[in-house]
């Protein structure tokens, strides 16, 4: 058995059209039924699928929230395959649907990938029915069931990390580009301090303002947490320890200074979001830590998250129960 990961880019990319119609009853867990199957993907890694009834798509409101949803920058690659006894009806919805994407500036959409499957066979979509009435179509091929059942569930947890990273993303371009600028400031700002216990002491006001009330983050507080928590390792600690004990607004805080935060300094933020999800049993832990080796694969905080993470004991298993603070630990 071939089992190929999905983690690794190119791998819808190496799927013949056969070979990706045979996985879409594993990714559904069922057989479409007169219905459109859409698969998308960045990289040639899956980031999401839907399904819709074929009849859906000749009103123009199911068609235009469709077009709306799917012409994203997140993909690079959509797949539409349609299900239908009545060939040609699914290849005029299917190509239907295709000019509405287009018109939407849509630049991910292949005519090649619109597919028509009927029974075992399956053809391409083009106005009027399948290319050349059959002609040239093939016959679909199905994965062995134990290599189907393993991709449709790694088919479905891609799909699900997407959605988890999507939480440390920044709003838009522009947020992004702001939060570059604060970050540019904080960081002279603190090489320029005078006062190294003063600018600590900043750091924790500015930390544990935000752990209170995490809605009091804007993007110049969630900046400057980040960047604090990337230079002052105590403030690091403070926060660990913060995540052990299980503080309520640890996940909200870290997640939202690791969507602000820019270059290497986004993995202190991000290892530490990891942790906090890790410790309130959020399936993000690990896309988080993945994120946090992403944004500096030599940070020693972010690979800790990622093994402890992976050992896949749960938090409270391995707690000690005791309370230490700096001076102790020094001694």
């Given amino acids: 058995m071939n089992l190929q990961a999905y983690g690794i880019s190119g791998v819808l990319d190496t799927r013949t059209e ?29 980031r999401a699928w839907t399904a819709w009834p074929l ?15 799917w012409a994203s920058e997140e993909f690079d690659q959509l797949h539409f395959i349609a299900y239908s006894a009545d060939t040609d009806a699914a290849a005029t919805r299917l190509n239907g649907l295709h000019d509405q994407l287009r018109d939407t500036g849509c630049e991910s959409v292949d005519p090649a990938r619109n597919l028509v499957v009927t029974g075992r066979s399956w053809g391409y979509a083009a106005f009027g029915g399948l290319l050349d009435a059959y002609e040239g179509t093939g016959t ?11 991709e449709g569930l790694m ?27 604060i970050a540019i400031r904080c960081r002279t700002n603190r090489a320029d301090a005078a006062d190294p216990l003063a600018q600590a002491e900043a750091d924790e006001r500015c930390y544990h303002r935000a752990l209170r009330d995490p809605r009091s983050l804007n993007t ?36 939202e200074a690791a969507r602000h935060a820019t270059g290497t300094d986004r993995a202190p933020s991000t290892a530490l979001a990891a942790l906090a999800a890790w410790q309130a049993g959020d399936d993000a832990a690990a ?26 004991i749960q938090p409270g298993e391995i707690a000690a129960r005791g309370s230490l603070d700096a001076e102790e630990a020094a001694a």
Avoid: M
Avoid at 287 to 312: K, N, P, Q, Y
């Fill in 55 to 69: 009849a859906a798509l000749d009103a123009g409101e199911p068609r235009s929230s469709i077009a709306r949803t």
């Fill in 220 to 255: 110049t507080s969630a900046v400057a947490l980040g960047v604090a928590v990337a230079a002052n390792t105590d403030l690091a600690a403070t926060a660990i320890d913060d995540i052990s004990s299980g503080h309520a607004h640890a996940l909200e805080v870290w997640t």
């Fill in 18 to 46: 056969a070979e990706l119609i045979g996985l879409v009853p594993y990714i559904l867990e069922r057989h479409p039924k007169e219905e459109l199957v859409i698969l998308g993907a960045y990289g040639g890694e899956p």
């Fill in 287 to 312: 896309a988080f830590a993945e994120a946090a080796v992403d944004a500096d694969s030599e940070s020693v905080l972010a690979w800790a998250a990622v093994h402890l993470i992976g050992t896949g």
């Fill in 140 to 150: 679909i091929t199905a994965p062995d069931p134990a290599q189907g059942r393993i």
């Fill in 155 to 181: 088919f479905r947890a891609a799909c699900r990390k997407r959605y988890a990273l999507a939480r440390l993303r920044p709003r838009d371009a522009a947020s992004a580009a702001k939060a570059a600028r």
